[in-house]
């Protein structure tokens, strides 16, 4: 079964590519901390899907931070589920 689900939150952060210039951009470069992912990665959910840090902070930076707009893949969705 192919995961055809577009993932994309509403939020006040785009990528770059969609700024419009000239425009003011507001960056922090700490918005993502080591001791976040290794939080989130104790979850049963996570730990039953025997997902990795590096595969956690992947997807974290890319849907939540950046605001990537993708076709997220099956094991990318089951993640996000926590299922």
């Known amino acids: 079964m192919e995961a055809s ?3 994309k939150l ?9 700024v419009f210039f000239p425009s003011v951009v507001i960056c922090n470069m700490n918005t ?9 990665i104790k979850d049963p959910g996570l730990t039953a899907l025997n997902v990795t840090f590096k595969e956690l902070k992947r997807i974290v930076k890319q849907v939540y931070i950046l605001g990537e707009d ?11 589920e926590g299922e």
């Open 5 to 7: 689900v577009t993932y």
């Open 10 to 18: 509403e939020s006040s952060t785009v990528p770059l590519n969609e």
């Open 32 to 40: 993502l901390r080591k001791s976040f992912i290794a939080d989130i």
């Open 70 to 80: 993708y076709e997220l893949s099956e094991r990318e969705m089951e993640i996000v």
